[in-house]
């Protein structure tokens, strides 16, 4: 269950970062290469969350995911275990990336739009994801 | 205490055996998870292999701490019933440091004294040394993740499985993107070690509070926030290999430390009494000038003593010749079909452009402006409008007037000595070229190698001095 909150359009004053999540079902995809589906949207500096939408992947490639960010102009991907070749790649591209996340989705929303999220060095998040997957 | 220490073995020995310590020893990676495939525990080897701290791994599903191919492509736990023998797959994981690691995946359930299924065990063997197959003729063009035939290439071919059947500290030296990291890893797995972890430190990301405990690990209480004892980098790398990468950049204190432990291969942890034995090579690499960081006093020259038994130095790309070719239609053929693209081949024109560059950045920037290139090209061939637009404009003697680092020694040697602080640059170049066409006696190819240039820059150069004839 998402705590952001949903709104139908962006105010152009209020900074917007788009994010794009690998998913595996509702929760962050263990690899970045192999994810099925991606789930993309706009999360306002305020924490709302617009442009909500969930991409079916024709194929599980990190190439097709590394073009889907670029094409969706994509500023922050969050994602789970990712290739040093593919992080590098999208870092240049200046897209930030935050790997070593898991879990539910909307858990990394909350995260993002809480400005809490960061780098995958941090020590991982156990107890949310200890309850999320089975 | 941790609560992984209060796992134990009872009736197995006289006394009791605590779990992790008895899984600790063994130098595959083994993981064990209950019913519902969270993780109870992971033993050091598989610290070493997928970065992650037997805490910060229990009670996580098994796939977002091994992250491996099969977790998403058909887990072969759910072919594990309580009759099933272990299963057996050849896999891949990516681990927190982002590499890709194949590995050969082993689960067998475990089961209770009613024979109910209470969960599994995996092992993670390392696969790595099993898949780089080297060969030894030395007239390959590829040693690992290394592609080459030049001269200077094959001469680092050739000693890389000599310097891998020794067991003293290797010291690799080289301009950034030559290869040191690759060069680290295929004396890792050329060597004895190669079954044992390869773990790779890099001295100059962490600050130095944390640098140390990191590699030498410390004490539950040893200081504020230590809640639990870390084994460190070097008790990880046990009976394998530690690639400790910028070296140039470790603070003095760790220095001592390290210096210290390459004496005797005692470890002492933050807050520990007790020194602990490690069988550990230590590879270090670096693209700084260590000898003149001595005289600075900014690196300990005992510790360069120890790490320099067996050096290395990588050439930079502008003096391996016809690699730089080689890599680009690598690069070229690598990259175009990741991007879907058409293109087959780098046009004469920009393939000029790209032979006279220097590279500073060397591979790395090589590989860069191709990728870049691919990207940009539309067509089937690359030219010089796909190329980044600071290789159009680069101007060498942009960068030697600049003091930037020249690979070319013999550019030096040129320099003009004579009332040269006199001269301007256009005239110095002049009087280089001249000196080169002299030493050269008229050959313009041997006078554009002596000079470190390409034939169409000293061409070029010549043509703008009206030397050409």
């Known amino acids: 269950m998402k705590k952001v909150k949903k709104i139908s359009s962006s105010a152009p004053s209020v900074i917007a970062t788009k994010i794009l999540i690998p998913l595996s079902g509702d929760d962050v995809a263990p690899r970045f290469d192999l994810a099925p589906e991606a789930f993309v949207a706009v999360i306002r500096s305020d924490g709302l969350l617009t442009e909500e939408r969930t991409i079916i992947l024709p194929e599980a490639s990190a190439e097709a995911l590394c ?37 539910p989705y909307s858990r990394v929303l909350d995260k993002v739009a809480g400005g809490t999220i960061s780098n995958g060095e941090t020590p991982l998040d156990a107890e949310a994801t200890r309850s999320s997957k089975k | 205490m941790s609560p992984f220490r209060k796992l134990q073995i009872k009736g197995f020995c006289d006394s009791p055996i ?10 595959v990676g083994i993981m064990v998870f209950n019913a519902d495939r969270k993780v109870i525990l992971i033993n050091r080897a598989l610290e070493a292999l997928t970065g992650f701290l037997p805490q910060e791994a229990k009670g996580i599903p098994c796939c977002y701490v091994l992250r491996s191919n099969l977790c998403m492509q058909g887990c072969q736990l759910k072919l594990i019933g309580r009759k099933s023998e272990p299963v057996c797959s050849e896999a891949n994981i990516i681990n927190k440091n982002r590499q890709k690691i194949p590995v050969r995946l082993t689960s067998g359930p475990i089961l209770d004294n009613n024979a109910n299924l209470v969960g599994f065990i995996e092992s993670v063997e390392d696969m790595r040394s099993a898949e780089d197959p ?56 050329a060597s004895s070690r190669a079954k044992g972890p390869f773990i790779k430190v890099n001295c100059g990301a962490l600050p130095e509070s944390l640098l140390e405990s990191e590699l030498f690990g410390h004490q539950k209480g040893a200081f504020t926030g230590a809640v639990e004892s870390k084994p460190g980098r070097f008790r990880l790398a046990h009976n394998g290999s530690l690639y400790l990468t910028e070296i140039g950049d470790l603070p003095l204190s760790l220095q001592v430390k390290l210096l210290s432990f390459l004496d005797d291969k005692v470890l002492h942890p933050l807050g520990s009494t007790k020194g602990i034995h490690v069988d550990v090579r230590v590879i270090a690499a670096t693209h700084r000038n260590l000898e003149q960081m001595v ?5 300990r020259e005992d510790l360069l ?37 058409k293109v ?75 009332g040269g602080s006199d001269l301007s640059w256009v005239e110095a170049e002049r009087k280089m070229i001249m000196d080169a066409m002299v030493k050269a006696q008229g050959r313009r190819g041997d006078a554009a190698r002596i000079l470190g240039w390409g034939r169409s820059t000293l061409w070029r150069k010549m043509k703008r001095h009206g030397l050409s004839s």
């Open chain 1, 67 to 103: 073009h889907l960010v670029l094409a969706e102009k994509v500023d922050l991907v969050v994602c789970c275990g990712i290739e040093d070749e593919y992080y590098q790649y999208l870092k240049w591209k200046k897209v930030r990336v935050i790997d070593s996340e898991m879990g």
């Open chain 2, 18 to 27: 605590a779990l992790p310590q008895f899984l600790d020893e063994i130098p």
């Open chain 2, 134 to 189: 080297i060969d030894e003729s030395g007239k390959t063009f590829l040693f690992g993740k290394l592609i080459g035939r030049s001269q200077e290439i094959q001469r680092i071919f050739r000693v890389i499985p000599v310097i891998a059947q020794t067991d003293s500290s290797v010291l690799i030296t080289g301009q950034t993107g030559t290869g040191k990291d690759f060069v680290a890893e295929a004396i890792h797995h």
């Open chain 2, 295 to 299: 005289r600075e006093g900014r690196f």
């Open chain 2, 305 to 341: 003593f120890r790490l320099n038994v067996v050096r290395l130095q990588l050439p930079p790309l502008v003096k391996r010749g016809d690699d730089i070719k080689m890599l680009m239609d690598h690069f070229l053929q690598t990259f175009s079909p990741r991007f879907k693209k």
């Open chain 2, 344 to 418: 087959t081949e780098v046009g004469e024109e920009a393939k000029h452009i790209l032979l006279d560059y220097p590279y500073p950045g060397n591979v790395r920037e090589l590989r860069n402006i191709v990728e870049y290139a691919v990207n940009v090209c539309e067509g089937t061939r690359i030219k010089p409008e796909h190329l980044p637009a600071y290789i159009l404009e680069y101007e060498p003697q942009e960068q030697e007037i600049n003091g930037v680092q020249d690979s070319s020694p013999t550019f030096f040697s040129f320099r003009p000595s004579d």
